[in-house]
């Protein structure tokens, strides 16, 4: 969906409007002054995964990985919000 930019003083004014609207898949952008400063977008729902899911992405990562062989830090992606 595209984004609808708005001002920052209307969506002060219909906050509850907006986030119904961002509730059905609506994005928008933020401006104060003319320059887009922020977006409101809907929260994706997480899935969880089982453990055994979990594994196979880990070792997903370590075969699509093209660094040194063995420099795969699993610890450390985790650490970077890789998915």
Same mark, same amino acid.
């Given at each position: 969906m595209l984004?609808?930019?708005?001002? #920052?003083f209307?969506? &002060?004014t219909h906050l509850s409007q907006i986030i119904n609207k961002?509730?059905?898949?609506?994005n928008f952008v933020i401006s104060k002054r003319g320059k887009p400063v922020a977006k409101i977008v809907p #929260?994706?729902?997480? &899935?969880?995964?089982?453990?055994?899911e979990v594994v196979e992405e880990c070792?997903?990562?370590q075969k699509n990985y093209r660094g040194k062989p063995g420099s795969f830090n699993?610890?450390?992606a985790i650490e970077e919000g890789r998915p």
């Open positions: 984004n609808q930019q708005i001002g #920052i209307e969506a &002060k961002v509730e059905n898949g609506a #929260i994706e729902q997480e &899935k969880e995964m089982s453990f055994q070792f997903k990562l699993v610890r450390e």
